[in-house]
Structure formats: C-alpha cells, structure tokens
C-alpha cells in the first residue's frame, strides 16, 4: 500500500508547513510595526509615577 504511506507523510508535512507560512507572514507583517513618537516618555513618565506610587505610599491611596 504505497498510497497509504504517501498519504501518512503529507499528514505529517501539512501541521509544519502551515506554521512555517504563519512564521513567515508573521515576519513580514511585524516590519509595518514601530515605536510611537511617545513611548519613551510613555514609559519613563509612567514607570516613575509607578514607581514612587509603589515604594512611597501616600496614605489615602495605598492601604497599609
């Protein structure tokens, strides 16, 4: 039964082709993706306010 076997090894190819195409097309389409003009204030800005939020309660805000 040679078709059986042929048939056995495309079921097997199909799972890895498919995720070999998602991984390429994921690769394209992450080049139209950037960083916005204000993400490194963003971050900076609120990773501070964060920051003193967490390591300098003030009473009202954090329950002690």
Request: charged letters at 15%; one cysteine or more; glycine letters at 10%.
């Amino acid at each position: 039964m040679p078709n059986a076997s042929l048939f056995g090894k495309k079921m097997r190819i199909l799972p890895s082709a498919f995720f070999v195409l998602y991984f390429v097309i994921g690769l394209l389409c992450a080049s139209s993706y950037g960083l916005g003009w204000d993400d490194e204030w963003s971050r900076t800005d609120t990773g501070y306010i964060n920051y003193n939020y967490i390591v300098h309660p003030q009473r009202g805000l954090a329950k002690q």
